[in-house]
Nanobody
């Protein structure tokens, strides 16, 4: 059974940093593009960053230069390093990948940026 478990969220002041982790089980992430999404209250879920099996990365414009996605295939884990956090980054962050046309999601981890 495929499971994605996010961790690392919390309350942080503006300008602070957090590192999110997504631990996968029941699958090997090395074969897939992995993504981090977020959903803020009252807004649609949006793709924040993804990383291909070849380690190419892409980011939504609003986080470029502040967030970094990475993967450790040996640990079957994907990370999202978030620096320079802003109040508008407040959201539930979800890990995702697609296998054989099926979307797999974790339950999310809440990031709150507030003073």
């Amino acid at each position: 059974q495929v499971q994605l478990v996010e961790s690392g969220g919390g309350l942080v002041q503006p300008g602070g940093s957090l590192r999110l982790s997504c631990a996968a089980s029941g699958t090997s992430i090395r074969f897939y593009t992995m993504g981090w999404y977020r959903q803020a209250p009252g807004k649609q879920r949006e793709l924040v960053a993804n990383i291909t099996r070849g380690d190419s990365t892409s980011y939504v414009e609003s986080v470029k230069g502040r967030f970094t996605i990475s993967r450790d295939n040996a640990k079957n884990t994907v990370y999202l390093q978030m620096n320079g956090l802003k109040p508008e980054d407040t959201a539930v962050y979800y890990c995702n990948y697609i296998r054989f046309g099926v979307n797999y999601w974790g339950k999310g981890t809440l990031v709150t940026v507030s003073s």
